[in-house]
Every structure is written in structure tokens, then in C-alpha cells.
């Protein structure tokens, strides 16, 4: 049996071990509350940071009395986070090494973190009927949309033939994985993709973070994830601004927020390659192997939940308006969806904070 050593833990959500301290940012969602202006301290005025880390744009506001060492450790902890366990790409990271070990006959030994992962994952692939499926990495691998989206000339950018589409469908399936307390048995061939959650993930290991700091309040955001953490000085809401994916320079409106929330958004629009004018994005319909087709644009999801408001965003971008409702009410979360006509769609839950 294959062992890969754990090196980093979330205490609370992902179990015991050394504490992960942060994360956090902005991308899709930008955050109208707070502008990027440094890094500052005085009493009152926050500290302010704006990065890269796994593979997006981190941004954080935080109010903690002049402790700027904050928002490094923070920053620190979220590349961390990427580094040793959720990274596809590179080589010291646990995902990878597991990936590389597919077909292994006598199971892989995990982290007590990537166990507790993969199984909140399945849990959302089963509930989705297996719309969410951390299992396609292969497919995803075909496409390359992530890298390549981030590139400015994609004239040479070939998508993947139909035939080594459905040739890569064949070693994916959630309901191949076995996983048996914490040891794995992952189909020769099957690549576990984590990007659908790792920004979420990382907002909860931040919000473990800032709990043992002397934090009063912040805004962090990774990427289309945003967390939101005890109150202004001024006691007034936090405004977490919801894109129009028609139009990303605007908002549509944005949720105003108390106290402890997590808001991921997936939309069309956070990466894609344009071939021939025909957009391909990065969300995988694991039932036909091309980019989801369910007349979304875009999907908001609101819980007190770092992963599983980014699992249901992208579980629900792949479902559409109708069933992705039902989804994230299963799980006790609040959905906004914007259809290709610019309609947008919300759950009751969600009506209480969106403007
Ligand atoms: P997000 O932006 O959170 O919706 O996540 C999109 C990322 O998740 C992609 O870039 C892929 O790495 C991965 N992914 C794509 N399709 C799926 C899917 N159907 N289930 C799980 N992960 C996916
Ligand atoms: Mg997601």
C-alpha cells in the first residue's frame, strides 16, 4: 500500500494536525466594499493586500489592529494549502502524487485532510447524480482551458477531438472511486481534479485562521470565492458585488452580509478560449465531456461553508436554474443563477441579501 505523508491540517473542518492559516480572494466577484490600496495599519483602517496564489487573484482587507503580518500569513497559508495537497500540477503536492499512483492494486494511505475531501466531494457528486466529478481530470487535462485562458494569443489553441473525449470519459466516474476509511483505490487511467474546490476550501482554512487571531473583521477573496468575517468598524454590512456575466466591468447587484459567510460564483466568463467565435469554458459536463451547456452564464452560492459553496457552484452551473435550486437547498445554501438571457434566478434563502 502506497503511503503519502500529510504535512498540513485544518483543525476543524479537516481534521487534526498542524493549523492552516489562510487563504482568501476576489476574481468574478468583486468586492465593491474595498479598494486595494497597499498595505496599511493605523488603528481602525485596514490592512489591504492584493496577490497571486493558486492559480487566481487574492485579495484581502483586514481589520486587526495594525497586525500586517497578517495578510502574509494568510497569503502564506493559502499557497501552502496548494503546494501540499490540492495542486494537479505540481509535483510535491498530495493530489499529484496520488494521481500518479492510479491502478495502484493495494490501495493509496491519504491525509486525514485529502480523506475528508474526497469524501465531501462524492457526497456532492452523488447528490448532483454526478454533475460535480472530481474524477474528470483527464478530460479537463484534454481541454487545457486554464492555462490556456490565461493567455493572450490562443490562436494556436486546438480543442480536444471527439474521439479522445469520449476515449477519457471511459476513465472517469465518481462511483468508481473506493474509498475505504483512508485508503484509496483510484482506476488506472482516473485523474482527481480538485479545482472546483480548492478556492473554497481555502476559505475555511483562512476562517480557522482569523478565529485565532485577534481579527475583528475581514474580506478575503480567491478567485470567484469570497469570504466574509466579523464586522466593519462601523458596525455597517459587508457588499459582496455579484457580476454581470454579460458584462464583468458591472455588477448585477450584491449580497450584503453580517458576521461569517462564503460566496463562490462559477460563470462562463472566468476562463475560456474563443475558437472561431465559439466560446469554450473551463466547467465540464462529465455526461458529454464538453463545457456544460445548461443555458447558465453564471451561478452564486451563499453558505456559512467554504467548500461547499464552491462544489455548488460548479455542481450547479453544470445543472442549470431548476435542478441547481433543489441541489443547493439540499444542502441548506442560497443560489443566484444568471441565464444566456441575462435572467436571473434565486432561491428564497438567497432574496434576503441580494440588492
Ligand atoms: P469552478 O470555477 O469552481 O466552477 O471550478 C471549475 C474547475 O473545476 C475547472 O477549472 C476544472 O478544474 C474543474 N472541473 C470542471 N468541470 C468539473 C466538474 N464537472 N466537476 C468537478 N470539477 C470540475
Ligand atoms: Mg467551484
Not at 123 to 152: K, N
Not at 224 to 238: A, C, E, R, V
Not at 322 to 331: I, Q, S
Request: proline letters at 2%; glycine letters at 10%.
Amino acid at each position: 500500500m502506497k503511503s503519502i505523508l500529510p504535512k498540513h491540517n485544518c483543525e476543524k473542518i479537516y481534521g487534526s494536525g498542524r493549523k492552516c492559516k489562510v487563504l482568501l480572494c476576489v476574481f468574478l466577484i468583486t468586492l465593491s466594499c474595498c479598494g486595494c490600496a497597499g498595505r496599511g495599519a493605523a488603528r481602525n483602517s485596514p490592512i489591504q493586500s492584493v496577490d497571486t496564489g493558486m492559480g487566481t487573484i487574492i485579495r484581502q482587507t483586514i481589520y486587526a489592529d495594525g497586525q500586517t503580518q497578517i495578510a502574509e500569513e494568510v497569503l502564506q497559508n493559502i499557497t501552502d494549502l496548494e503546494h501540499q495537497y490540492l495542486s494537479r500540477r505540481l509535483a510535491d503536492s498530495e493530489l499529484y502524487q496520488v494521481n500518479e499512483l492510479a491502478g495502484q492494486a493495494d490501495g493509496i494511505v491519504l491525509s486525514e485532510r485529502l480523506t475528508n475531501i474526497l469524501e465531501r466531494c462524492m457526497e456532492v457528486s452523488e447528490a448532483s447524480d454526478g454533475a460535480f466529478d472530481i474524477t474528470i481530470g483527464e478530460t479537463v487535462r484534454l481541454w487545457d482551458i486554464d492555462a490556456r485562458s490565461s493567455m493572450e494569443n490562443v490562436s494556436d489553441y486546438e480543442k480536444p477531438g471527439a474521439e479522445a473525449l469520449s476515449e477519457s470519459l471511459k476513465y472517469s466516474g465518481y462511483d468508481k472511486l473506493i474509498l475505504q476509511d483512508n485508503t484509496l483505490f483510484l482506476p488506472a487511467k482516473m485523474q482527481l481534479d480538485l479545482g472546483a474546490v480548492g478556492k473554497g476550501i481555502a476559505l475555511d482554512c483562512v476562517g480557522e485562521y482569523l478565529e485565532a487571531q485577534e481579527v475583528t473583521g475581514a474580506v478575503i477573496s480567491v478567485g470567484g470565492s469570497i469570504l466574509t468575517y466579523g464586522q466593519k468598524p462601523d458596525g455597517s454590512s459587508w457588499k459582496v458585488g455579484v457580476i454581470n456575466p454579460h458584462d464583468t466591468s458591472q455588477n448585477l447587484g450584491y449580497l450584503s452580509l453580517k458576521g461569517q459567510w462564503c460566496v463562490s460564483t462559477s460563470g462562463d466568463y472566468e476562463r475560456f478560449v474563443e475558437v472561431d467565435g465559439v466560446r469554450y469554458h473551463h466547467i465540464i459536463d462529465p455526461a458529454t465531456g464538453y463545457p456544460a451547456d445548461s443555458g447558465v452564464s453564471s451561478v452564486t452560492i451563499l453558505t456559512q461553508d467554504g467548500f461547499l459553496s464552491d462544489a455548488l457552484s460548479t455542481a450547479c452551473f453544470i445543472l442549470g436554474s431548476e435542478k441547481g435550486c433543489e441541489l443547493a437547498e439540499r444542502f441548506g445554501a442560497s443560489a443566484l443563477f444568471v441565464d444566456r438571457e441575462g435572467n436571473i434566478t434565486m432561491t428564497a434563502g438567497m432574496e434576503k441579501y441580494f440588492n
